[in-house]
């Protein structure tokens, strides 16, 4: 059976680096496997989600290059989710309750008061047929919620997590249907899952508990019939879980939690440079500035992965991006240069960028105009030499400086900076020898006569 994952974002906000992992790592498992990558839109809360979102999570999405092959959205699918309800009501796993949030409340803090956990105490599922009336005759509406299985012991082999084990008794059975008849989570995504095949989930592992009780869901849908002929109709996805990302002092950060595209844009962040962390942060492998992603991809593995929490830091992502930005070709960024500048300036100035933008300042260089120093006369004399056996050929920077080390008898830095001082106007920047050709005899010689004036 192929490989089939999913991302499945609520778009009631923009995606964040912590989800960005989450669709990064989907994919590369897809990826790598020559499987399928499904984005799942959960959109079943009316009230939160956004279309706007839903823009912008593809946008995000697109611009990362994480492609999708398959697109589905949970508010498309509401009938579907209504005949797995029927079905697990038939089979006696769903019952109607009528608490109000603020009697469920008062339990919750009177288990809490007696140090007990706060389970739902099953207190409708002891309802009578006249009780229930009752309450539907006061006009209170139900919401549902599914009987967890307490004999069947929950357990999963975790591909990051290792072996996992629940006892149901310990977890409350969870709603899944509100009194509007609207959804929660649990039970659309244990039913898209098994309609699309999913198989393998991979998410956070503030999900390990959901994973639980949605392994009980599907149990309870194959064995009523739910899907029986659908592919995957009696097997389980695999499960894995990762830990959370913090930040650099190592807590749960609330930067992380907002901190998205935009942001990493705006910081001049290459989506290679986020894949390249994202891909090997938390595991094993050293996170290195690999901008083939096929080379990511060929080495992902969720064995890799470490129980700890993974460290993100925006300095460690600043130094990687970089060290991508040194290896990105011609035609990647040829769009954002400025104008005039081609693959020869691009490979100057290419060492010198922490951030693609920074191309532009680096090319007033050749563009000009330049502003330089005040020299003493000493170096004025030596910048007309300079200027007058300037010959053009294959190299002329190592021309130049090796016929004035000749005549001059300077060396080292007082045979080169007040050449690049002259040339343009800085006391650093781009190598002399790429730069001097694409500045162009002409000007060059002007502006070292200008210097010498
Ligand atoms: N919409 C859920 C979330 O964003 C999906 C969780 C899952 O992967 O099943 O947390």
């Not at 790598?32 to 999570?57: K, N």
């Not at 992965?305 to 993974?310: D, K, L, M």
């Amino acid at each position: 059976m192929s490989t089939i994952t999913r991302f499945a974002p609520s778009p009631t906000g923009r995606l964040h680096v912590g989800n960005i992992r989450t669709a990064l790592h989907n994919w590369m498992l897809a990826r790598r496997a020559g499987g399928r990558f499904i984005l799942r839109i959960d959109d079943t809360d009316a009230e939160r989600s956004r279309e706007e979102y839903v823009a912008a999570i593809k946008a995000d999405l697109a611009w990362l290059g994480l492609d999708w092959d398959h697109e589905e959205r949970q508010s498309s699918r509401l009938e579907r989710y209504q005949t797995a309800f029927a079905a697990l009501q038939a089979t006696g796993r769903i019952y109607p309750c009528y608490e109000s949030a603020q009697e469920l409340e008062v339990k919750r803090k009177i288990q809490l008061g007696r140090g007990l956990p706060p389970i739902y105490d099953r207190a409708a599922l002891k309802l009578t047929e006249t009780e229930r009336a009752a309450k539907e005759a006061e006009g209170i509406a139900p919401h549902w919620r599914f009987l967890l299985d307490h004999d069947e012991p929950i357990a999963w082999e975790d591909g990051i997590r290792g072996m996992q084990k629940f006892d149901p008794a310990q977890l409350s059975d969870p709603v899944i249907r509100r009194a509007d008849g609207s959804w929660l989570y649990m039970m659309p995504s244990t039913v898209d899952d098994i309609d699309m095949g999913v198989t393998q989930v991979l998410r956070g592992e503030d999900h390990v508990s959901n994973t639980a009780v949605q392994i009980q869901i599907f149990t309870a849908l194959h064995a009523a019939g739910f899907a029986a002929a659908s592919p995957a109709a009696n097997s389980l996805p695999s499960f894995a879980h990762e830990a959370l990302l913090v930040g650099r002092e190592g807590k749960l950060s609330k930067r992380l939690g907002s901190l998205g595209c935009d942001a990493f844009r705006e910081r001049g962040i290459e989506p290679e440079s986020i894949i390249a962390l994202l891909a090997r942060l938390g595991t094993s492998q050293p996170v290195e500035p690999i901008a083939d992603r096929a080379a990511l991809i060929a080495t992902f593995d969720l064995a890799s992965f470490g129980r700890a929490p993974a460290k993100f830091d925006e300095e460690d992502l600043d130094r990687l991006n970089a060290a991508i930005v040194h290896q990105l070709p011609f035609d990647a960024v040829k769009e954002r240069l400025p104008a005039g500048m081609d693959e020869a300036g691009w490979h100057a100035v290419r060492p010198n960028l922490a951030r693609v933008d920074d191309a532009a300042e680096w090319w007033r260089l050749v563009t000009g105009p330049i502003e330089p120093p005040e020299f003493t006369s000493e170096d004025r004399a030596y910048l007309a030499e300079a200027a007058r056996l300037l010959a053009w050929g294959d190299n002329p920077w190592a021309s130049l400086t090796e016929a004035l080390k000749q005549v001059s008898g300077r060396k080292g830095r007082a045979l080169f900076l007040p050449l690049r001082q002259a040339l343009t106007g800085m006391d650093h920047g781009p190598d002399m020898a790429e730069l001097l050709p694409l500045i162009g005899e002409g000007e060059a010689r002007a502006r070292l006569a200008r210097a010498a004036a």
